[in-house]
């Protein structure tokens, strides 16, 4: 009788250690499965976050050209952080974006002044895509000009306010006139150089670019824009008229 007591006792610490041990490996497993969705939680929120930085610029009511500049901007700063590659705070940069701009054919119908001329066209192709390997588009298209315009005497601020009389409506020679007479306000002799008719015209469609109302073109892929496991690689816009 003594020996199944001491049985039983035996085999009820051994019952209330293995519930202890259960119990503890449920807890390590509880709290091994939290810390996993907590990790998940937060690397879809770090995710989310990156996504909002650019998705900020597909607002239904459109943006400007400006908008669409530090879009491109900000694109062209990531994919110079994507040629390192690996993968930081869930963004893998391994992941390269670009952005497609389309309708400039339309732009330069109603801002490219010399329609014979394809110098005069500040964009040469209906659409440009800027981004993944094509870097430095932006700095090519938009940019040349004006820091050329920069490097001559005028300067950009100066060249803003003579560039914003310019008429595509005026004939070469009325608009020469207005320029230089704008000029002698500044308390500048232009003789049609530095900068160039042809600087002044292209400056003034930048300032037209920057103006003009761009939507997204939903026409495109996924609604314009596309996605690459969940994080964005691709943004369509198209000039709107």
Do not use: C, H
Not at 55 to 76: Q, T
Not at 122 to 136: D, P, R, S
Not at 207 to 216: A, I, L, T
């Amino acid at each position: 009788m003594e020996n199944a007591s001491k049985a039983l006792l035996m085999a009820g610490g051994i019952l209330i250690a293995l519930l202890v041990i259960g119990a503890l490996l449920l807890m390590v497993n509880q709290i091994g499965d939290y810390q996993r969705a907590q990790d998940s939680n937060k690397k879809n929120s770090q995710l989310v976050e990156f996504n909002l930085d650019f998705e900020r610029y597909a607002d239904d009511k459109g943006i400007k050209g400006a908008d669409i500049i530090s879009l491109i901007n900000k694109v062209n700063d990531y994919n110079t952080k994507a040629r390192k590659g690996g993968t930081a705070n869930s963004v893998n940069y391994d992941i390269k974006m670009s952005v497609t701009v389309s309708g400039l054919d339309k732009f330069n119908a109603k801002y490219a002044y010399d329609k014979a001329n394809d110098t005069d066209s500040l964009f040469k192709t209906a659409t440009y895509t800027f981004g993944a390997n094509n870097n430095n588009a932006i700095k090519q298209v938009l940019e040349t000009f004006k820091n050329s315009a920069s490097a001559e005497q005028v300067g950009i601020e100066k060249l803003k306010i003579v560039s914003s009389v310019y008429d595509s409506g005026l004939s070469r020679a009325q608009n020469v006139e207005n320029i230089k007479e704008k000029f002698l306000e500044l308390s500048i002799a232009w003789d049609e150089r530095n900068p160039s008719l042809d600087t002044i015209k292209k400056y003034r469609q930048y300032s037209e670019f920057k103006s003009s109302k761009f939507k997204v073109d939903k026409s495109q892929e996924s609604n314009g824009i596309v996605y690459n496991n969940g994080q964005i690689q691709k943004m369509y816009f198209e000039f709107d008229e």
